[in-house]
């Protein structure tokens, strides 16, 4: 059982959050987190890089010289890959990059981050984020308390908090639903409501 400090919106200590997952020290796998932030970057690449072969290049119907008595290598199409605009040989096509993740390598990952910034003391469970919706507003909040860079993680998918945090220079702001190991790796402290991290250490149990 784990217990982590739960802040006020004035990220003042006003409870705490008990927990049956496991977040010690020992919990923390660094090879799966790398494997997964490895494999959300190769998703993220579009793939889209394309060179025609010599199927695809136009022309080429007639033999470019006659076989004998140039003197010349022989050569039936003018858009073999050794011509002058033929086609490319082994060149790109549209691909994906994306790579297989299982379930238990994911939820392993997320509980071994969340162990790390815990452990750290880099974890800011708040009971709620209140916000405006103004950038200004919610960076001098953090930038007063030392959280930034942060990532912070709203239980609500419309909340002003997200809207505001989006914007920072050296943050972001994402909903619980589209949390994801790279952000939280990619920003020292990870700055997330109660209701948020309810919901993310009830997908590890």
């Known amino acids: 059982m784990s217990e982590i400090t ?40 579009q793939g889209t890089a394309c060179t025609k072969g010599r199927s695809l290049v136009s022309g080429g119907g007639a ?12 050569q039936g199409s003018t858009r073999s890959s050794i011509m002058i605009g033929g086609g490319t040989w082994g ?9 297989k993740l299982n379930k238990k390598m994911v ?19 708040v009971e709620k ?4 919706g103004k950038t200004k507003e919610i960076f001098s909040l953090l930038n007063g308390k030392n959280l930034l860079p942060g990532l912070v993680v709203t239980n609500d998918r419309d909340s002003q908090a997200l809207v505001a945090a989006r914007n920072l220079q050296y943050g972001n702001a994402l909903p619980v ?18 209701e948020a991290l309810e919901k993310l250490l009830n997908r590890l149990v």
Do not use: C, M, W
């Not at 033999?63 to 022989?74: N, S, V, Y």
């Open 177 to 194: 639903d589209s949390f994801n190991v790279y952000e939280a790796v990619k920003y020292e402290n990870l700055i997330i409501e109660k």
């Open 129 to 132: 984020i209140e916000s405006t």
């Open 91 to 99: 060149g790109p096509t549209p691909r994906s990059y994306e790579q």
């Open 6 to 45: 739960v802040l006020d919106s004035k990220f003042k200590k006003t409870g705490s959050l008990k927990t049956d997952v496991d977040l010690g020290a020992e919990k923390i796998n660094t090879t799966v987190v790398h494997q997964v932030v490895k494999a959300i970057l190769a998703g993220r690449r």
């Open 63 to 74: 033999k470019p010289f006659k076989q004998k008595g140039t003197g010349r290598a022989r």
């Open 107 to 125: 939820k392993n990952a997320i509980r071994s981050i969340i162990a790390d910034k815990l452990q750290a003391g880099k974890l800011h469970v």
